[in-house]
């Protein structure tokens, strides 16, 4: 038993994903709004990018989606 708890979390302390664009475990895990599903199809549509681009493309798109609901621009600076 403790040697399957013992995978399971390093399972998911190896998985880098989690922690994308500064959210902590649970936002990462348990995401499932529509800008999540827009933004991670866009990025993952770039088969030109490694994983590490593809994660900049895809915390680009949630932080313009960001301002653009909460303020109404694209862009704050």
Request: glycine share 12%.
């Amino acid at each position: 038993m403790k040697k399957l708890i013992s995978i399971i979390v390093l399972s998911l302390l190896l998985g880098g994903s989690a922690y994308a664009c500064g959210g902590s475990f649970y936002t990462g895990l348990f995401d499932f709004s529509k800008e999540h599903k827009i933004c991670g199809e866009y990025a993952r549509g770039l088969d030109h990018l490694d994983d590490f681009q593809q994660n900049d493309v895809y915390c680009d798109c949630r932080e313009r989606l960001y301002n653009k609901k909460t303020y109404g621009v694209d862009g704050i600076f």
